[in-house]
């Protein structure tokens, strides 16, 4: 079955530090992956994605992630964190085929020291 | 990107009442949508698979005679709880699939409150 870790519930950083949210996926193939951010009371916002190719995805924001197979990871990093970073953010694995659902995890908080 | 809209953003209703979400594709057409529950501060759980013309597929443990859903068009899909009671508060996402890019878009969420 798909699942989705994301280790750390909460990541405090001070601006301009650098940053890095975990994510670690099961699944029987190769998935189609997602990091999401949601302001509070807010919807989802896609960050970047993955399907094929390029294992180093850049995506908007200043984001990118880098899918490693042998690790089953899909880690997000950014180099020099802004204020207005300040989120939840959700990795997703997505099937590839069938019904295309999505399971997510459970989310890191980001919090950033001015 | 596509836009997927929800309507309305916020609801409070009275506890044994029903209250309708609506879930709309503008732009594209979706054969596929999905529901998904968020509690506070928690991830999004989903509840269901919406499919055009056919009966919607729920996760386990989601009650299907509570939570109806209907996708009468492709660009349509809509949320009702029946029967609603306080336990039902939370905030609800649709997204809708789009068979071209493969992708889920997410409309913005339905704070539902019951008292």
């Known amino acids: 079955a798909q699942s989705v870790t994301q280790p750390d519930i909460h990541i405090t950083v001070s601006e301009g530090a650098s940053l890095e949210l975990r994510c670690n996926y099961s699944?029987?193939?190769?998935?189609?992956l997602f990091w999401y951010v949601q302001s509070p009371g807010q919807g989802l916002q896609l960050l970047l994605k993955y399907f094929s190719g390029d294992t180093l995805v850049q995506g908007i924001k200043g984001f990118e992630a880098e899918f490693k197979r042998s690790q089953s990871s899909f880690n997000l990093r950014k180099p020099s964190v802004h204020w207005s970073d300040a989120a939840e953010y959700f990795c997703a694995v997505g099937a590839t085929s069938g019904t295309y659902k999505y399971i997510f995890g459970t989310g890191t908080r980001l919090k950033v020291l001015a | 990107g596509a836009v997927v809209s929800q309507h309305p953003s916020r609801v409070i209703c009275k506890s044994g009442t029903s209250v309708k979400i609506e879930c709309r594709s503008l732009?594209?057409?979706?054969?596929?949508m999905f529901w998904y529950r968020q509690f506070p501060k928690q991830s999004l759980m989903l509840m269901a698979t919406?499919?055009?013309?056919?009966?919607?597929?729920?996760e386990q443990g989601v009650e299907k005679d509570k939570f109806l859903i209907n996708h009468a068009s492709l660009t349509l899909s809509t949320l009702t709880v029946t029967s609603a009671h306080p336990e039902d508060s939370s905030f609800y996402i649709c997204?809708?699939?789009?068979?071209?890019?493969?992708?889920?878009?997410f409309g913005p969420g339905t704070r539902l409150t019951v008292t």
């Open positions: 732009d594209f057409q979706a054969t596929t």
């Open positions: 997204s809708a699939h789009d068979r071209d890019t493969y992708e889920q878009y």
């Open positions: 919406s499919n055009e013309g056919s009966k919607a597929t729920y």
């Open positions: 699944y029987g193939a190769t998935p189609y």
